[in-house]
T-cell receptor, first 113, second 113 residues
């Protein structure tokens, strides 16, 4: 079993829809959670990060963490064609200089005009 | 604002050939990383360098070597390429290992035939 599981999709939605992207994880030590966006043939870029449980909002994006369920989500409101990309979750415990960052496999999202 | 620069962007190798992937960052980051990205597998860490002068193995180091040439540059070498090393390789950097945001390069698409 992978430490981080992410539904690969593909997910296709009409413009303006609310999108929900999710990851589950098995390592209860993870405390720092990140979402990256990766456009085709480009490197991932950091979209949002959160610490521990709770919600964080940034414009049309909301990141949600439920540590009790080991489940994180990224919501995109009023989705736009420019949001079409692969979204990767990432998480870490950031222990003692060890690199324990783990990435999900990514969910490919297409927003149709 | 170049960020992280990787060369080459594309490469085809024959089994058994060697090559070095180059990476340079201009953000004065201390930590640098090499990942590979394969369909359905997500980003997997090959090697990382927490700071200049140090390197450590990641999840999938076999068949690879690295050199942290200076603070800016971190190279990845394949001594004897195998078809299993066909992948997209990403270099990344961050202020420290325990840092939220990694800045990724645009990747090297490597095919081993």
């Amino acid at each position: 079993q992978k430490e981080v599981e992410q539904d690969p999709g593909p997910l296709s939605v009409p413009e303006g829809a609310i999108v929900s992207l999710n990851c589950t994880y098995s390592n209860s030590a993870f405390q720092y959670f990140m979402w990256y966006r990766q456009y085709s043939r480009k490197g991932p870029e950091l979209l949002m990060y959160t610490y521990s449980s709770g919600n964080k909002e940034d414009g049309r994006f909301t990141a949600q963490v439920d540590k009790s369920s080991k489940y994180i989500s990224l919501f995109i409101r009023d989705s736009q064609p420019s949001d079409s990309a692969t979204y990767l979750c990432a998480m870490s415990a950031f222990g003692d200089n060890n690199n324990d960052m783990r990435f999900g496999a990514g969910t490919r999202l297409t927003v149709k005009p | 604002n170049a960020g992280v620069t990787q060369t080459p962007k594309f490469q085809v190798l024959k089994t058994g050939q060697s090559m070095t992937l180059q990476c340079a960052q201009d953000m004065n980051h201390n930590s640098m990383y090499w990942y590979r990205q394969d369909p359905g597998m997500g980003l997997r860490l090959i090697y990382y360098s927490a700071s200049e002068g140090t390197t450590d193995k990641g999840e999938v180091p076999n068949g690879y070597n690295v050199s942290r040439l200076n603070k800016r540059e971190f190279s990845l070498r394949l001594e004897s390429a195998a078809p299993s090393q066909t992948s997209v390789y990403f270099c990344a950097s961050s202020e420290a290992v325990q840092a939220y945001g990694y800045t990724f390069g645009s990747g090297t698409r490597l095919t081993v035939v």
